[in-house]
């Protein structure tokens, strides 16, 4: 078994296509992949069972992916997990952020920055990299 297929994945989305689109993409390439449907779920299961990654949408009802990214940075047992924020806002409203932009605006930045819709493969080299040791 390769060092990746024992590496925890959590994806948290409120699009149930969008978590299982990046968990195939994901577990094709051998990680083990979670799913939660919203903030306070997937921050519940980071808590529960630390994953070695977070990927978090931006834009879900209720407690929205900075206040969860915030309150990841602020968890001592969850702010060393990387983050990947991951958005369809650049699409729908023709706007663009980057890591750097979201690091001034909250004060931390997000490992990495990925928009919808999500291309499996950049997907899959950009958790690879943050893996990588």
Do not use: C, H, W
């Not at 577990?27 to 992949?33: C, P, R």
């Not at 306070?40 to 992916?65: C, S, T």
């Not at 605006?105 to 690879?128: F, H, I, M, N, S």
């Amino acid at each position: 078994m390769s060092e990746e297929s024992r590496r925890k994945i959590l994806v948290v989305d409120d699009e149930p296509d969008a978590v299982e689109f990046v968990k195939v993409a994901l577990e094709e390439a051998g990680y083990e992949v979670a799913g939660a449907s919203n903030a306070d779920e997937g921050l519940a299961a980071a808590r529960a069972n630390p994953p070695d990654l977070i990927i978090l949408d931006v834009q879900m009802p209720g407690k929205d992916g900075f206040t969860a990214f915030t309150e990841i940075q602020a968890d001592p047992q969850l702010k060393a997990i990387p983050v990947v924020m991951l958005t369809g806002v650049g699409e729908r409203l023709g706007l663009s952020f980057s890591s750097e932009d979201m690091g001034e605006y909250l004060g931390e930045e997000p490992a990495a920055y990925v928009e919808k819709p999500v291309d499996p493969e950049a997907l899959q080299e950009t958790v690879r990299s943050l893996l990588a040791e």
